[in-house]
């Protein structure tokens, strides 16, 4: 035993496995040395022959740089927020790459001079909904909510039906949400009925939008009534659809799934949706509608703590302008 404990390999000479020393490019010297002291004490504990401490150490070397593991989603659930909710399509992937170094994000090339952060993002989200006058992309569809709410009602009114304060899971709730930045919840109608007259006897003077919240995770059936955008409209404040999913347009399998296009067609001042679910890109929140009401939300000072980076923005991008993600691809498979 004594004899077999001298006969481990050092560190410094396991460090020149070529094996190691190519992991320690990928992954960084702490994680390959950590990987040796394991594989070394497996040998003092005799589990491990003395000349295999090399092959221990790659054994146990992690297979990538960060704790956020690759796994196959296997789930049946085909956004599972768990994991990661939409996985990228290669193209957004190759995009994410393609931006990881030094990019134009914010500089015309041909000019040298500063330009609209994200522009061609944007422009994508654009041609993608043409019945939004203006978007806006910041880091989620809560972030979203938070800028309408802050730019719009901050000191305002927010009138919401009470059958859509939603809790959207890990226990945020929406109305708390809302509440914390400055604006006041009006609740109109019950949990289960809230009509367009309930609306208008409490817009006034103090309005600053009207909020609807798509109910995505949970369902009210029996004695039950909503308005909807379309009836909601003509009652003269802004209209703010938080439609959760971000399905740019109507799709077939999913009827009762509201699109973007269509709330903004009904008359929605502003769509708020994540880019993670249904659209199938990355995290982030996307904010569609009225020119007015989406400059007077990114030229708001919180936008700024709410901007996206530039590897959200070419992974949108990608998304939008590429082939079917992989979450439609999966929306459109035979179950058999
Ligand atoms: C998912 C969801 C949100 C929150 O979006 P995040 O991107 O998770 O911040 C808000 N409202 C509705 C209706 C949702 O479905």
């Known amino acids: 035993m004594p004899d077999a404990r001298r006969r481990i390999p050092r560190t410094d000479a396991l460090l020149r496995d070529p094996r190691l020393l190519d992991a320690t490019g990928r992954l960084g010297p702490e994680r390959v040395k950590s990987a040796v002291r394991r594989a070394q004490q497996q040998a003092r504990e005799g589990a491990v022959p003395p000349d295999a401490v090399a092959d221990a150490a790659v054994a146990l070397l992690p297979r990538t740089a960060s704790g956020l593991r690759p796994v196959i989603n296997a789930t049946g659930v085909l956004l599972h927020t768990n994991l990661g909710r939409a996985p990228l399509s290669a193209a957004a992937r190759q995009a994410v790459q393609d931006a990881a170094g030094p990019t134009d994000v914010e500089l015309d090339l041909t000019t040298g001079v500063r330009a609209r952060r994200g522009r061609t993002a944007l422009a994508a989200l654009r041609a993608r909904v043409p019945s939004a006058e203006a978007v806006h992309v910041v880091n989620n569809g809560a972030a979203a909510l938070v800028l309408a709410a802050t730019a719009l009602a901050a000191g305002k009114e927010i009138v919401v039906s009470r059958g859509e304060m939603v809790e959207i899971g890990d226990g945020f709730r929406l109305p708390d949400l809302l509440v914390s930045t400055g604006a006041r919840l009006r609740e109109v109608g019950t949990t289960n009925r809230t009509t367009v007259q309930d609306y208008a006897g409490a817009i006034g003077p103090e309005t600053g939008f009207v909020l609807k919240v798509h109910p995505s995770n949970f369902r009210i059936t029996g004695f039950t009534r909503a308005a909807d955008v379309g009836e909601l409209a003509p009652?003269?404040?802004?209209?703010?659809?938080?439609?959760?999913?971000?399905?740019?347009?109507?799709?077939?399998?999913?009827?009762?799934?509201?699109?973007?296009?269509?709330?903004?067609?009904?008359?929605?001042?502003?769509?708020?949706?994540?880019?993670?679910?249904?659209?199938?890109?990355?995290?982030?929140?996307?904010?569609?509608?009225?020119?007015?009401?989406?400059?007077?939300?990114?030229?708001?000072?919180?936008?700024?703590?709410?901007?996206?980076?530039?590897?959200?923005?070419?992974?949108?991008?990608?998304?939008?302008?590429g082939p079917k993600t992989p979450t439609e691809q999966a929306l459109d498979a035979d179950p058999e």
């Open 235 to 321: 009652l003269g404040v802004p209209v703010v659809a938080d439609i959760g999913s971000g399905l740019p347009a109507p799709h077939p399998r999913l009827p009762d799934e509201p699109d973007a296009r269509s709330q903004l067609e009904a008359g929605a001042s502003l769509v708020t949706a994540s880019g993670d679910k249904l659209l199938g890109g990355p995290q982030c929140g996307l904010v569609l509608g009225r020119e007015d009401l989406v400059r007077a939300m990114s030229r708001h000072p919180l936008a700024r703590a709410l901007r996206v980076d530039k590897l959200t923005l070419a992974a949108l991008e990608a998304t939008l302008t």
